[in-house]
């Protein structure tokens, strides 16, 4: 496990955006572990949670020359995760979101934040249907000069849906791209695994990944 790894998940835990138990998802599964991203919501948290985008983007797709933010949860993700290329690596690198509904008053349309062009990374907190990511990418092939070159995510569950294949995956073969996570389920087995204090939640969690894992799981 990569250092940035067991950062996130150690702040993760601490501010309660990873939990532990018994979740109803809202697929009707049971889960033994719940995330939830919006709970990184401090200076300090959400500085933590920057820097490990930051590192897992230069590790996994680093040509890039904007980062982009669904509206909502992608707003403070891209804000964040720039100024974290630019202290930790120099990167001065652009970023931009959607609005939800485009601006019809002063210079109005639908984008806010640096041009659209280049090569595009979307930063997002999970990937659960694929829904705002389809709608992001429609918004943005609208776009003549920029090219979407990838999608980094906080979390991947690699959890199948109702077909034999992830929404992570759906989303790499609808549009070509790669979707990479700062940490996925197999990190947090194995995060899980080395803790003393979390190795009682491990039964639990490999049962689910059996049942509801990806077969390359």
């Known amino acids: 496990m990569k250092s940035y790894q ?5 702040e993760a ?38 820097e490990c985008y930051a590192a897992a983007l230069f590790e996994h797709m680093p040509e890039f020359d904007l980062l982009f933010g669904p509206a909502y949860k992608g707003i403070p993700l891209v804000s964040a ?23 019809q008053h002063g210079e109005g349309g639908q984008f806010v934040g640096g041009a659209l062009k280049g ?7 999970v990937i659960t249907a694929g829904t705002a990511i389809r709608e992001v990418m429609q918004l943005l092939s609208t776009q003549s000069e920029c090219e979407v070159v990838g999608c980094m995510l906080a979390l991947d569950r690699q959890e199948c ?34 803790s003393e204090q979390l190795q009682p939640k491990l039964d639990a969690i490999k049962a689910y990944r059996h049942q509801y894992g990806l077969q390359s799981s």
């Open 161 to 194: 849906g109702q077909k034999a294949v992830s929404a992570v995956q759906e989303v790499e073969q609808s549009f070509g791209i790669p979707v990479r996570s700062v940490v996925n389920l197999e990190g947090l087995i194995d995060y899980v695994a080395q």
């Open 119 to 125: 090569r595009i990374v979307i930063l997002d907190d």
């Open 81 to 103: 995760a720039s100024i974290a290329c630019a202290q930790k690596s120099g990167r001065d690198v652009p970023f931009a979101f959607n609005r939800k509904e485009r601006k």
């Open 13 to 50: 835990l601490k501010v309660g955006a990873l939990k532990f138990g018994e979740f109803v998802l809202k697929s009707g599964r049971v889960s033994p572990y719940f995330f939830n991203a919006g709970l990184f919501s401090s200076g300090q948290s959400m500085g933590v949670l920057a």
């Open 6 to 10: 067991k950062r996130f998940l150690d």
